[in-house]
């Protein structure tokens, strides 16, 4: 650093691979219509991926997916004293579980690499030595104890701290002097007196007067590592993007970033910045909210298509919003023109009905659903494990008809493992102190119950049960049908309250049902796979169309 600004004592012109300087005029956003579309997603590493930042890789993936161009993601990690050990991977990793991979990122690679701006300090190096030459930067030799007390000044004035450009005037003689004991300075960007107008394809006309507003910002620290307003201008230069779709908090700085494009000679891309995403009551969305991290959501079996969904609905950018998009009718309806400068809020509590019809349309998918019941099974062993008396439960066909018969009721794969319907996994133990609380016949009523179904040549239909089971309780006296019924629901499935369907299913075949009570205290076979015989004794609850040659009877239990 002290050799190549001592050599710039003596300015000389820029290189002319850094083209020309463009005039005022000539630093619009009009781009070539031709132009191959390229976007990028620009996080900094210092978090892992949340609701906010999937948003923006979204409506920058959506953008150039509808324009056939490209989308890029690239790390800022220049403030190494910030990284998080993770990030790095785990935004990368997200995407690609959201379903909106980069077309080209630091994991797959691509023509205009590296994507760690750690790794392209030449870059930066160069586009600096350029300001330098031409005197639209300038060392600074301030110390941060200066700094500070400039800071601590200004707020005891009540004004916006800012740099006070000292080192701006400078000589010659003083910077040599000064290189001689700080051979490393930190390097600034002149601002000039009038910062030029830009059209945002959101926020329509701009203009920032930033130098009257704002000290000369440091481009290049003294480590030798840019700031962001460098590093952008540079990679986004280099790496050929046409359009920058990022958030809006960077609008009043988009002056001082053509200011450095007018500098170097570059041609600006367009602007598009989003309005923010926040919480339902208006307030930012911080990562200090464990809940709004993408990893959280995939744990809890929340679908990419779903989070997708509900982030796009609440905001802008579609003719209508609507529930239940896919990501490819996302692409088909964004349209950049309809974003506007509102704010999105984002409520989180319609995030499970969100879920659930993303899930329903999986469940009609029959490869999907095939995945579905991979997913399920490996849930149950999990949420289960040693508890499984019967691990054909595991079966697939078995797994593919409870995912057929809850579809619609559940939000998550994870509901099914919920205590709530541990009763199509395990057998509840039901003693018979919790059944004589329901009802002091429990004797009766158990007797009546095996004997209407094991009834020589009994064909009984849905509506058949529930009648002959209306019969039952009217011949008990002193027992309303309801209690009745609540019982067979605690025997069954170990559940006192519905408020689901449960269904009791036995099978016929000349066999005489076994295990339905047993002295009381309740042996649970599970829900019969349909690979196992007939001649089996089970109590089955929540199934579905049987085999051919085999008859179900569904016990509606409300």
């Known amino acids: 650093m002290a050799v190549l600004l001592k050599r710039l ?3 000389r012109r820029p290189p002319a691979a850094l083209g020309r300087p463009l005039g005022r005029r000539e630093a619009s956003l009009d781009t070539h219509a031709e132009a191959a579309v390229r976007v990028r997603f620009a996080p900094s590493p210092t978090g892992f991926l949340h609701l906010g930042g999937l948003r923006t890789a979204l409506y920058n993936y959506i953008f150039a997916k509808k324009h056939r161009g490209s989308f890029i993601l690239r790390l800022e990690d220049t403030d190494q004293t910030r990284l998080v050990p993770g990030a790095a991977e785990n935004i990368e990793d997200m995407l690609e579980w959201a379903g909106i991979p980069p077309d080209e990122s630091p994991r797959r690679g691509g ?29 600074c030799f301030c110390s941060p104890q200066r700094l500070e007390l400039l800071k601590r000044e200004a707020l005891r004035n009540r004004q916006t701290p800012r740099y ?33 107008a830009f059209q945002d394809l959101v926020y329509g006309w701009n203009r920032h007067e930033v130098a009257s507003v704002e000290g000369d910002p440091v481009i290049l620290k003294s480590d030798g590592f840019p700031t962001y307003h460098l590093a952008c201008v540079v990679d986004d230069h280099h790496m050929g993007i046409s359009h920058v779709l990022r ?29 923010l995403l926040l919480n339902r009551d208006g307030s930012k969305l911080s990562k200090r909210q464990g809940d709004i991290f993408l990893e959280h959501f995939a744990a809890a079996g929340f679908l990419p298509d779903a989070l997708l969904d509900i982030i796009t609905s609440c905001g802008s950018g579609f003719a209508e919003n609507q529930m239940g998009r896919t990501l490819p009718e996302l692409i088909t309806q964004f349209d950049l023109t309809r974003v506007t400068c ?4 984002l409520d989180l509590e319609k995030l499970p009905e969100f879920n ?6 999986l469940v009609s998918d ?42 619609g009721h559940i939000c998550r794969l994870q509901d099914l493992v919920s205590p709530a319907h541990s009763y199509l996994w395990t057998r509840p133990a039901v003693g018979r102190a919790q059944l004589g609380a329901v009802s002091e016949k429990v004797d009766v009523i158990a007797k009546r119950v095996l004997g209407l179904l094991e009834g020589p040549g009994m064909s009984l239909t849905q509506d058949m049960l529930n009648g002959e089971l209306k019969k039952l309780s009217e011949g008990l006296e002193g027992t309303k049908h309801s209690n009745v019924m609540k019982l067979l629901r ?69």
């Not at 205009?112 to 030449?122: D, E, K, N, W």
């Not at 494009?261 to 367009?270: H, M």
């Not at 659930?356 to 349309?361: M, Q, S, T």
Request: glycine share 6%.
């Open 9 to 11: 004592l003596h300015p």
């Open 111 to 139: 023509p205009a690499g590296p994507y760690l701006q750690s790794q392209r300090l030449a870059l930066y190096a160069q586009a600096t030595e350029a300001l330098l030459k031409s005197g639209a930067a300038y060392p």
């Open 164 to 196: 006070d450009n000292r080192c701006r005037s400078l000589s010659e003689a003083q910077v040599a002097q000064k290189l001689a004991k700080d051979p490393k300075p930190a390097i600034r960007f002149h601002l000039e007196g009038e910062a030029p």
């Open 247 to 275: 958030g809006s908090e960077w609008l009043v700085s988009t002056s001082k970033h053509l200011l450095l494009y007018q500098a170097l000679g570059w041609q600006p891309p367009c602007f598009a910045h989003l309005p």
């Open 342 to 345: 509102h704010s999105a809020l």
């Open 356 to 361: 659930r019809l993303h899930l329903r349309r």
């Open 366 to 407: 029959e490869t999907q659903r095939r995945q579905l019941v991979g997913k399920l099974q490996a849930l149950v062993e999990e949420a289960f494990g040693s508890q499984l008396q019967d691990r054909h439960v595991l079966d697939a066909a078995y797994v593919d008809r409870i995912i057929l018969l809850r579809q």
């Open 490 to 558: 605690v025997a069954l499935s170990g559940q006192l309250d519905p408020p689901q369907r449960v269904c009791a299913t036995f099978f016929q075949d000349g066999f005489q049902p076994r295990g339905l009570w047993d002295g009381l205290s309740i042996t649970y076979y599970g829900v019969c796979p349909s690979f196992l015989t007939p001649k089996e004794p089970f109590c089955a609850c929540a199934m579905f169309p049987l085999p051919q040659g085999w008859e179900m009877y569904d016990l509606l239990i409300f």
